[in-house]
């Protein structure tokens, strides 16, 4: 079993930025590809972004992209997401989530919240205008 915690959320205002970073017990993540998802209220689970279990790919859904960095460090088994230039339209409770397929690989996989094994249990992200 893998137990994920993710912190850093908050309120911040359009154009500023915030780090979520995802804390893993019960297991290593080495092995591990991980992901960032999020949730609007009314709204479903929306793919963010994801790294490989080795770190050495990444993917980010078009909304995010060239925004949002993801990242890991295996040393202290948590994984990262540095959002820069937030939106109104970020606002939402993101989700750390931990897929323990390491072969598994293109979109309408990767991006699938069914193809995640654990989750945390979220963290509030609150983008002002």
């Known amino acids: 079993q893998v137990q994920l915690v993710e912190s850093g959320g908050g309120l911040v205002q359009a154009g500023g930025s915030l780090r979520l970073s995802c804390a893993a017990s019960?297991?290593?993540?080495?092995?591990?590809?991980m992901g960032w998802f999020r949730q609007a209220p009314g709204k479903e689970r929306d793919f963010v972004a994801r790294?490989?279990?080795?770190?050495?790919?990444?993917y980010y859904a078009d909304s995010v992209k060239g925004r949002f960095t993801i990242s890991r460090d295996n040393a202290k088994n948590s994984v990262y997401l540095q959002m820069n230039s937030l939106k109104p339209e970020d606002t939402a409770v993101y989700y750390c989530a931990a897929d323990r397929l390491m072969g598994r690989m293109g979109w309408g996989n990767i991006d699938r919240p069914g193809s995640y094994d654990y989750w945390g249990q979220g963290t509030q992200v609150t983008v002002s205008s």
């Open positions: 019960g297991r290593t993540l080495v092995g591990y590809n």
């Open positions: 790294i490989s279990w080795s770190g050495g790919s990444t």
